[in-house]
């Protein structure tokens, strides 16, 4: 793909300087929108993540680890980028957002060390009013950046967005074509060399331990607490007014603040660990849903699904695992249930592993 070109500034509000963020109308199909705030990673920013996630994935947690293999130092955790980069881009695209709907063909280019800059740019690929007429769906490709310009991450997303006048005139619709999967498969540019240590990060299982149809339920729970989601949310600078502004929700149909769908991804990502400990790397995020809402004191418990092992061309150091993780709430995952009111997420995503 090449580079997202042009700028649309902040959509301001008339006899201010504030902004009320944009609604479904200020939208244009084809639209770059280039996302102010930049940020570096810091240290203390992943430190924080990982006490908030509770991530025990060795190479992200241990840079002599990550020397031990062959990395300069340990690599930002994949789901962390996806959140910061995501955070970057909501004030432009759903600081109103009613629900953010789900993720497809997110493609983790590069690994990323702190220090790294991060900026990001969107663009408009699909619009589409729903049946009430009172919002619509915003269909978005956004791309973050490192501090060459250079792409580190893209993925699509679709987010519902209400109308600032509920009976403006329908517009024309348009429903991107969504990709199943990401192809090719983005692998770590050097090889795992032979100190891969199965006792430092917990596990002997690797990629030949794995058939496609396995369940791993992942046993243990986590329950979400207020501080901690909204200091999460923070941490991504994702300004969504769902999830901070308490007043606003106490008169919303949910009653409450929701936590942001990016950080139960998150928490089930760190959920998996116990199972798929030796899954240190993502390459990539096929497909994902919110299928319900989040809030403080549910506990989220997850469950794997291998989907498919794939043997990576030209690489006999490492494989690759498409997996299925689903998320529920307030109820143990012993039945792997695959739907119900209490299915919270599902993430079809593709993980790197070291062979044997």
Known sequence: MSPLASSQGPIGTKGSKSSNGRFFEDFTLDEVIIHGAPRTISDGDVALYHALTGNRFTLQTSNQFARDVGYSTAPIDDIFLFNAVFGLSVTDISRNAKANLGYAGC????????????????????????????SGIVYVLTEGLDHRDVPILRFIRWVLIPKRDPNSPPRDSHVPDLPDHVYPITVPPHRLNRNWNDLRTGSPYRWEDFQAGEKIDHIDGVTVEGAEHMTATRLYRNAARVHFDGLKMKNSADGQRLVYGGHVIALARALSYNGLANACILSAINAGRHSAPVYAGDTLYAWTEVKECIALQNRSDIGALRVVTRAIKNEPCTEFQESGDNLILSLDYTVILPRR
């Open 107 to 134: 493609d983790f280019l590069a690994q990323v060390f702190t220090g790294e800059t991060l900026s990001a740019r969107s663009k408009v690929i699909g619009l589409r009013e729903t049946s009430s007429g009172d």
